[in-house]
T-cell receptor, first 115, second 111 residues
């Protein structure tokens, strides 16, 4: 079985400052890793994913995450945040062998941006 | 292309009442899921389906039933609502590529 731990429930930062949202996972098998974003009063949207290949993955709006197998981490970073990045961010993991494509979500990190 | 839609968006029920939440997707996806979202707990899987006519239990199935009579629809039923079922419910679908597409959610309050 897999599990996901998001170490910070809330992260307040100032606009244009860098941010890191931490995610650690536990699994006895190979996994796929994801970050989803939920803007206020909306459903979740995929932000980025690691399936294979390069351990550094990027999103179209400047976020990046690095898969670190030895530390079982998949931290999300952005060098300079905007007010529009205010949202809740969910790290998620999936067993590569899953026949049902099930995903296990972390408890979420609420990112609040101060002007 | 509407993606994943959910009906209704909001609902208030009294304890013991029943209701059905409807999820519809127009992407021809095989897999569909129902989650509930509660503060500080992320999303928890209630039930899921890997194809028309199939359903399976997730992490928190008690008190819920589901049906997938048509490929594009996935229904979540509450037979006798309880205050503990107050939550935001999300439906999602995927074509087994592991990227799940979510609906906008249904906010349910049970008094």
């Amino acid at each position: 079985a897999q599990s996901v731990t998001q170490l910070d429930s809330q992260v307040p930062v100032f606009e244009e400052a860098p941010v890191e949202l931490r995610c650690n996972y536990s699994s006895s098998v190979s996994v796929y890793l994801f970050w989803y974003v939920q803007y206020p009063n909306q459903g979740l949207q995929l932000l980025l994913k690691y399936l294979s290949g390069s351990t550094l993955v990027e999103s179209i709006n400047g976020f990046e995450a690095e898969f670190n197998k030895s530390q079982t981490s998949f931290h999300l970073r952005k060098p300079s945040v905007h007010i529009s990045d205010t949202a809740e961010y969910f790290c998620a993991v999936s067993d590569r062998r899953s026949s049902a494509s099930k995903i296990i979500f972390g408890s979420g990190t609420r990112l609040s941006i101060r002007p | 292309n509407a993606g994943v839609t959910q009906t209704p968006k909001f609902r208030v029920l009294k304890t013991g009442q029943s209701m059905t939440l409807l999820c519809a997707q127009d992407m021809n996806h095989e897999y569909m899921y129902w989650y509930r979202q509660d503060p500080g707990m992320g999303l928890r899987l209630i039930h899921y389906s890997v194809g028309e006519g199939t359903t399976a239990k997730g992490e928190v199935p008690d008190g819920y039933n589901v049906s997938r009579l048509k490929k594009q629809n996935f229904l979540l039923g509450l037979e006798s609502a309880a205050p503990s079922q107050t939550s935001v419910y999300f439906c999602a679908s995927t074509d087994s590529g592991f990227e799940q597409y979510f609906g906008p959610g249904t906010r349910l309050t049970v008094t």
